[in-house]
Nanobody
Framework: QVQLVESGGGLVQAGGSLRLSCVAS???????MAWHRQAPGKKRELVAR???????NYADSVKERFTISRDNAKNTVYLQMNTLKPEDPAVYYC?????????WGQGTQVTVSS
């Protein structure tokens, strides 16, 4: 059973930074991994995605502020979030694809104070 566990959320002032981590277990191979977020009353949206070989892509709203990376040896994906804005608060979810199946973490809350 594949499990994804996020960590690193919290409260930060606008303009500040946070680093989210997501550790995957239950499989020796994890394909594409991604971070999504969902704010209250809004649909879940893709924030950033990274392929198994490390190619990233980003939502326009976070380009040049967020960086997604992964350590395949540790089955871990990271999201470095810089210059956090008032529109960034949400529950951030990690997603991983393993042999065609999509798995989700439980989410980690990010709050930005102005």
């Amino acid at each position: 059973q594949v499990q994804l566990v996020e960590s690193g959320g919290g409260l930060v002032q606008a303009g500040g930074s946070l680093r989210l981590s997501c550790v995957a277990s239950g499989s020796s191979f994890i394909g594409a991994m991604a971070w999504h977020r969902q704010a209250p009353g809004k649909k879940r949206e893709l924030v950033a995605r990274i392929t198994a070989d490390g190619s990233p892509n980003y939502a326009d709203s976070v380009k040049e502020r967020f960086t997604i990376s992964r350590d395949n040896a540790k089955n871990t994906v990271y999201l470095q979030m810089n210059t956090l804005k008032p529109e960034d608060p949400a529950v951030y979810y990690c997603n991983g694809v393993v042999w065609g199946h999509s798995y989700w973490g439980q989410g980690t809350q990010v709050t930005v104070s102005s």
